[in-house]
């Protein structure tokens, strides 16, 4: 105990010293899931150079830090509670760990070092206009044509597309079996010839994913991760990773900011929102259910310490977060009112250094409600993941 507490210390004094009160600034602005790169990388750099914590949950021998699991969870809470930027987890946490499991040595040594220096920053290429939930319905082609394969097709929904040097794909290289079989894991880079990448401006305005096109671009066979044709298999293992968060510590810190706006805010009557007893009450039930999902969420932490299967559990953390994050965003959106209504991108910039109409709440709570619409959606949407829960828990089919 008295080492965590330690621990702790140790993580807070590296914040304290580290952590700039620009990148505290972007980490509270930001609108999206993840830090845009500047900031996120920046951030990632500080932490490598630093501390060597850049990846901390990977093997020693790659620079990992060898946490309990406590430690990380520790880590984790402290960051959010500092407002340190989130690093955007396509390659630390999703294609890092599927290299570690299914790369040769020549990937691991060429990859791994990259990634954890911030030296390449990587789009996920799964989904497509016609699959999504029913990925494994996917049709970019490759056709294997000597050592190169050639590659035709589309990805949609490319988040930091427009940032990344490297892409990780599904493919499909064989149709004659299930769709399941017949799709290849690549690994290559965003700018060969042939790609383009065309913008999608989501709902907030903001700039976060993308199309992206192929047109006979030619990869090598070593771009392969695992076995032509056995994608399937690394695709499914890098999921896991995807969805594996945990959501309470940051709504704690967003809903307490929103409990702070409303009890210094006046309306034009010269009111205090924090005085009406009909938000009060609706800013204590969202309380209470963060509360249970705190206790649901260390409930699975301790299940993965003594290695019981977590199963469909993540699912349901999936939904419960994610439902939860909208109502915190919602909650915003009440307590700043009018604020909510301009649209004031520049003042979400740091580098502007633009005030915000409003508190800085103003300024994020309504591009945070819109871009927040979207986590019931990524990482497996919640029928999705419901429909994973009753087959799991009612046997249903
Ligand atoms: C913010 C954001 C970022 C993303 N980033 C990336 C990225 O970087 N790379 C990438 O590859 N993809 C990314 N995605 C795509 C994401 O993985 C897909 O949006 C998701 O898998 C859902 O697929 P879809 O959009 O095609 O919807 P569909 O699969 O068409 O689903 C439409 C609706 O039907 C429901 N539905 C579908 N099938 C069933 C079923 N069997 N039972 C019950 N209901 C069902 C869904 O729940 C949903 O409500 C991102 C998505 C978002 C929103």
């Known amino acids: 105990m008295q080492?965590?507490?330690?621990?702790?210390?140790?993580?807070?004094?590296?914040?304290?010293?580290?952590?700039?009160?620009?990148?505290?600034?972007?980490?509270?602005?930001?609108?999206?899931?993840?830090?845009?790169?500047?900031?996120?990388?920046?951030?990632?750099?500080?932490?490598?150079?630093?501390?060597?914590?850049?990846?901390?949950a990977w093997p020693e021998a790659w620079g990992g830090t060898g946490w309990s699991l406590e430690q990380h969870a520790i880590f984790q809470r402290e960051m959010t509670l500092a407002n340190a930027p989130v690093l955007a987890p396509n390659a630390i946490g999703m294609v890092g760990p599927a290299i570690l499991a299914y790369g040769t040595e020549a990937q691991k040594n060429h990859y791994l070092p990259r990634i954890r220096s911030g030296e390449d920053y990587w789009a996920q290429g799964y989904s497509e206009p016609g699959s999504g939930s029913d990925l494994a319905s996917l049709q970019c082609k490759a056709e294997r044509d000597g050592d190169e394969y050639v590659i035709h097709g589309t990805k949609i929904w490319t988040t930091h597309a427009q940032w990344?040097?490297?892409?990780?794909?599904?493919?499909?290289?064989?149709?004659?079996?299930?769709?399941?079989?017949?799709?290849?894991?690549?690994?290559?880079?965003?700018n060969l010839p042939g790609i383009e990448v065309r913008p999608l401006i989501s709902i907030?305005?903001?700039?976060?994913?993308?199309?992206?096109?192929?047109?006979?671009?030619?990869?090598?066979?070593?771009?392969?991760?695992?076995?032509?044709?056995d994608g399937w298999t690394v695709a499914k293992y890098l999921l896991q990773h995807e969805r594996g968060s945990s959501y309470a510590p940051g709504l704690q810190v967003r809903l307490q900011r929103v409990r702070d706006f409303a009890a210094s805010e006046r309306d034009g009557s010269g009111a205090r929102l924090g005085e009406d007893p009909d938000f009060c009450r609706k800013l204590a039930a969202a309380e209470i259910e963060l509360m249970a999902m705190q206790a649901f969420e260390d409930k699975i932490f301790s299940a993965v310490k003594s290695g019981e299967p977590v199963g469909a559990l993540s699912s349901a953390v999936k939904i419960r977060g994610t439902e939860l994050r909208q109502r915190v965003t919602e909650l915003a959106v009440e307590a700043v009112g009018?604020?909510?209504?301009?649209?004031?991108?520049?003042?979400?910039?740091?580098?502007?250094?633009?005030?915000?109409?409003?508190?800085?709440?103003?300024?994020?709570?309504?591009?945070?409600?819109?871009?927040?619409?979207?986590?019931?959606?990524?990482?497996?949407?919640?029928?999705?993941?419901?429909?994973?829960?009753?087959?799991?828990?009612?046997?249903?089919?």
């Open 164 to 190: 990344s040097n490297k892409i990780f794909c599904l493919v499909r290289t064989d149709n004659s079996g299930k769709p399941q079989h017949g799709i290849t894991f690549l690994l290559f880079d965003l």
């Open 338 to 397: 009018f604020y909510g209504l301009p649209y004031q991108p520049e003042a979400r910039r740091p580098e502007a250094n633009v005030a915000p109409l409003g508190s800085g709440l103003a300024a994020t709570a309504m591009p945070q409600y819109l871009n927040d619409r979207a986590a019931s959606i990524y990482a497996g949407s919640n029928e999705i993941q419901r429909n994973i829960m009753s087959k799991a828990l009612l046997g249903l089919a």
């Open 3 to 56: 080492d965590l507490e330690l621990f702790t210390q140790e993580v807070r004094d590296f914040l304290a010293e580290h952590l700039t009160p620009e990148l505290r600034r972007a980490g509270e602005l930001c609108a999206g899931i993840y830090a845009e790169k500047p900031v996120g990388i920046a951030w990632q750099r500080i932490l490598d150079q630093e501390k060597g914590w850049a990846v901390p």
């Open 204 to 229: 907030s305005g903001d700039h976060e994913f993308n199309q992206v096109f192929f047109e006979n671009v030619r990869v090598p066979v070593s771009a392969v991760l695992g076995q032509e044709n």
